[in-house]
């Protein structure tokens, strides 16, 4: 596979549940990146991994708990969710921090 | 004050047209800027990025000025595979770890 994977691309959860969404890059970058895509909303950044550390977290809420193993993947464990959680999860990439950014296809998250 | 700022949309014009979008940012500090554009219901993809001393790429050109903290993208010949929503990014972070991006601004290319 080529570029940045996403699994999976659809979910639906009730709040009660725990569940992962997971992310791999194939471009031997070193950065990797959550963002949630609300409807209506801009794009937010929500954690940034720099050689599997974590550089930034936005605010996010507790609920959503990142993993950066190594620098080829990330995953985003998520557990007692809120219907306001429901968005698009979007995955990136970059070679070094600020560098441009390269997309998953998203994981369309609905929690009921 | 939003952080970035784009021309609200949508931009509906015809095969051929010049058309051009404006976007600005708060953070005098912010060292990188990028153009992406969205399909609908696709993740967004990175067009080029935007350098002090202006770029060009085909029909696309960008520009930036820092002193009013404005960006602008240029798409000439427009054509109907161009319709997208135009995201501004602006990087904030001291160490560029902070990407902000604007709200965007639909394009609808018309036959």
């Known amino acids: 596979e080529t570029g940045v994977t996403q699994t999976p691309r659809h979910l639906v959860m009730g709040m009660t549940n725990k569940k992962s969404l997971k992310c791999e890059q194939h471009l031997g970058h070193n950065a990797m990146y959550w963002y949630k895509q609300s409807a209506k909303k801009p794009l937010e950044l929500m954690f940034v991994y720099n050689f599997k550390e974590q550089t930034e977290n936005n605010s996010v809420p507790s609920r959503f708990s990142p993993e950066c193993p190594n620098s080829s993947h990330l995953f985003l464990h998520l557990h007692t969710l809120q219907p306001e959680d429901s968005a698009l999860y979007l995955c990136?990439?970059?070679?070094?921090?600020?560098?441009?950014?390269?997309f998953g296809p998203g994981t369309r998250l609905t929690v009921t | 004050r939003k952080e970035v700022e784009q021309d609200p949309g949508p931009f509906n014009v015809p095969e051929g047209a010049t058309v051009a979008f404006n976007c600005t940012y708060s953070n005098s500090a912010s060292q990188s800027f990028f153009w992406y554009r969205q399909d609908c219901r696709k993740e967004p993809k990175l067009l080029m990025s935007v350098y002090s001393s202006g770029n060009e790429d085909g029909r696309f050109t960008a520009q930036l000025n820092r002193a009013s903290q404005y960006i602008s993208l240029l798409i000439r010949d427009s054509k109907l595979s161009d319709s997208a929503t135009y995201l501004c990014v602006v990087n904030e972070g001291t160490y560029g770890q902070n990407f902000v991006f604007g709200p965007g601004t639909r394009l609808s290319v018309l036959p």
């Open positions: 990136a990439s970059s070679q070094g921090q600020g560098g441009e950014q390269y």
